[in-house]
């Protein structure tokens, strides 16, 4: 007995590690590494070190607030806000309130909850987490049923998007699930984000360039159909743009509104999917072949400029008779003169127009892209925004904002700049368990998120997960109107550049409404007048 063990124990401690050691050197002259193949040992270790190093930096060597794409602090606040509806924090703020940066100003006097203008009538059933216990290495929470209110906006509040169209959307509350295309993400995904959107009521979903999933439907959410360059579930056989097929989803009574997809702020270049995650079902949908990896073109091959663009913005208007807006990036604000100039000459509006800033998401992209290309979302924002009040169009389209919009403060920037509403996709994604692992592209998802596979779909559990985002919603909104009260406003569709100041590096602060005051309309208009005056002598 004594010689087995002495046995076992010189096999387990010598012989194994010689013929591992053995073993790694004779793999090491194989690979064409340098490293490696002249320091084997420490040649693998370093590769060992370099491949879990992103998640060394997320959990242990990152501070809260330095992270990227979304800082510790940023992540567990979605987090916190989808599993117990409160994102309550102690002691202080981890912000650096030493560098520039914008800042909520608040009233004198702050307007109590009774006095602020909201839609808390109605009681839902919901369900949180609690904690029962929580030791050092392990947490033990469920689940508990309880009731809320959803923090809607007051009737008098709603944002009307084409009210001109047969099918108006009337929107009760400012955010909703930014574009994640079926395949990019999987049915889970898209079943818990579509009930939770839809059980918090006043919220949405929006398909991506993808192609609308039958689980985009079965949820019951407001649903906001994007078409793309690639015209994924928008084409025929031979490829091109297929009315018929339009305007039959256009009958979908779930389906609000559509979304032209011109640009997105991470990638300018055109969507891309990895043939891993083209199953079967994405391939009928989109109409490709299974298994191929899909680049959709940079530019809708048909449209080539701003008259064109409105002209079949009108006609998908009158076909479908639901709003029809399209989805920008902004590269510069003079850019944009000939779309608003083109606007008022055919008298032709989009529905809305959704500004998406450089900073936003996606599966996969170019670095160089993601990392220079388009300008971020504040800015972009203010261009959008001018330019509509400087053509006199500000009351013919509404504004959509996206772009790391995650948090309530956040949104209440994007809204005293002058946006309607606001889309959040990576928001929506953390909160239906995302631990931004950075593999979306694989179709390896940890989380079951993004992907299609089944096996890592598991993970995602619609069931649970669809509370999530209902808490998510309600807690953003709720937090809202919580800083619309501390400004003396009833209701966060009252901000305005002026609630909104900036401090400089030097401690200098204006309100955002001296930075950037909003353009008069009168001397574009006036212009535009004498020159239409002038054609019209010409012609006589």
Known sequence: MLWTILIFLLIVFIVGPICLLLWLNNLARKPQHSIIRAHPYLGWMRYLLEKIGPEFRQYWFDDDNSGKPFSRSDFLGIVFSAKYRSDLLSFGSKRDFEKPGYYIANGLFPLLNEELRVDNQEKIHAMKYKIDHEGLFTRHEQLEKDQTTRWLYHEEDAVIVGGDRNFPWRLSGPFGASATSYGAVGENYILSTGHGSHMAGGSWINTGEGGIAPEHLKSGADVVVQIGPGLFGFR??????????????????????????????????????????????????????????????????????????????????????????????????????????????????????????????????????????????????????????????????????????????????????????????????????????????????????????????????????????MNYIINVRQGLFALAAACGIDTPRKFNRDHIVFKDADGKVKRLSELFPIPDSSAELSKRALLNEDDATQVG
């Open 236 to 469: 025929d056989d031979e490829g091109n743009f297929s009315i018929a097929e339009f305007k039959q989803k256009a009958q979908e009574p779930n389906i609000k509104a559509f979304e032209i997809k011109f640009g997105q702020g991470a990638k300018i270049r055109g969507g891309h999917l990895e043939g891993a995650k083209v199953t079967t079902k994405v391939a009928n949908i989109r109409k490709v072949p299974v298994g191929k990896t899909i680049n959709s073109p940079n530019r809708f091959p048909f449209l080539h400029n701003a008259i064109e663009t409105l002209q079949f913005i009108k006609n998908l208007q009158h076909e479908g008779g639901k709003p029809v807006g399209i989805k920008i990036v902004v590269g510069y604000s003079a850019n944009l003169d000939e779309f608003f100039e083109a606007m008022n000459n055919l008298r032709i509006y989009p529905d809305f127009i959704t500004v998406d800033g450089g900073e936003g998401g996606t599966g996969a992209t170019y670095k160089s892209m993601a990392d220079t290309m388009g300008l971020p979302l504040y800015p972009a924002l203010i261009a959008v925004v001018d330019k509509a009040h400087q053509f006199g169009l500000r009351n013919k389209l509404k504004i959509f904002a996206s772009g790391k919009l995650i948090s309530a403060d956040k949104i209440a920037i994007a809204l005293a700049i002058g946006a309607d509403a606001v889309n959040s996709a990576r928001g929506f994604m953390i909160a239906n368990g995302c631990i931004m692992a950075l593999q979306c592209h694989t179709g390896k998802c940890p989380s079951g998120v993004t992907t299609t596979d089944p096996k890592y779909q598991e993970a995602l559990v619609p069931e649970e997960k669809k509370w999530r985002v």
